[in-house]
């Protein structure tokens, strides 16, 4: 199983990105796909979660209208766009898989240990 997220990069406050995760080794049947960040001395915190066999989506209040999780299952990928970045969005950007149901994610909070798989993340800074 493997997970590798790209797309990151430097921008301006209020500009966008596109960040991109490549999922080998498995299919998405029964699994989530979240995309976490971690600031610099801060822990891990999820900003976006896909089911992509449904299409269902979570995302924490944090970023809400902000950011965009999407999934093209053909290709086995996932997609965070994001928009209307702030300097507060700097960090390395990850995405890992759960083999649970969305609901857990809604039900149980939005947390790192629930994830089994990461991949190697992507650096987003945001300049003000």
């Known amino acids: 199983v493997q997970l590798q997220a790209s797309g990151g990069g430097l921008v301006h406050a209020g500009g966008s990105l596109r960040l991109s995760c490549a999922a080998s080794?498995?299919?998405?049947?029964?699994?989530?796909i979240g995309w976490f960040r971690q600031a610099p001395g801060k822990g891990r915190e999820g900003v976006a979660c896909i089911s992509p066999t449904d299409g269902r989506t979570y995302y924490p209040d944090s970023v809400n209208g902000r950011f965009t999780v999407s999934s093209d299952s053909a290709k086995n990928m996932v997609y965070l766009q994001m928009d209307s970045l702030k300097p507060e969005d700097t960090a390395v950007y990850y995405c890992?898989?759960?083999?649970?149901?969305?609901?857990?994610?809604?039900?149980?909070?939005?947390?790192?240990?629930?994830?089994?798989?990461w991949g190697q993340g992507t650096q987003v800074t945001v300049s003000s």
């Open positions: 080794g498995f299919t998405f049947d029964g699994y989530v």
């Open positions: 890992a898989n759960g083999k649970f149901p969305l609901d857990v994610v809604i039900n149980y909070g939005f947390k790192a240990e629930f994830f089994n798989s």
